[in-house]
Nanobody, 128 residues
Framework: QVQLMESGGGLQQAGGSLRLSCTAS????????MGWYRQAPGKERNSVAK???????NYATSVKGRFIITMNSAKNTVFLQMNNLKPEDAAVYYC??????????????????????WGQGTQVTVSS
């Protein structure tokens, strides 16, 4: 099992910046990527940014050029630097950790199953 602990949300004015962090603990050996989703009231949860352990990043079009995702692999921590915040960025931000399947061919045992882990969410509010 993997546990995710998020921090860094809060209230910020439009044009300002916030930095979110998320640390994974527990059995993290099979994690392949971490990232952030967000969900505004009455809307679907959508991907914001993702980073693989190899450093490959992916961003939603709406945040490209404003948000930066980084990872400290040694500490299993992912950061989301959010700059030039807009009112439409307001949402609950959820950390996600993606686990890949790991099968031991010799022992014929699945060591890790493919699944996602979610954090509890952190609120980001942007005032105009």
């Amino acid at each position: 099992q993997v546990q995710l602990m998020e921090s860094g949300g809060g209230l910020q004015q439009a044009g300002g910046s916030l930095r979110l962090s998320c640390t994974a603990s527990g059995d993290t050996n099979c994690l392949s990527a971490m990232g952030w989703y967000r969900q505004a009231p009455g809307k679907e949860r959508n991907s914001v940014a993702k980073i693989t352990l190899g450093g490959t990043t992916n961003y939603a079009t709406s945040v490209k050029g404003r948000f930066i995702i980084t990872m400290n692999s040694a500490k299993n921590t992912v950061f989301l630097q959010m700059n030039n915040l807009k009112p439409e960025d307001a949402a609950v931000y959820y950390c996600i950790a993606e686990q890949e399947r790991d099968y031991d061919d010799i022992l014929e045992t699945e060591r890790c199953s493919e699944r996602d882990y979610w954090g509890q969410g952190t609120q980001v509010t942007v005032s105009s």
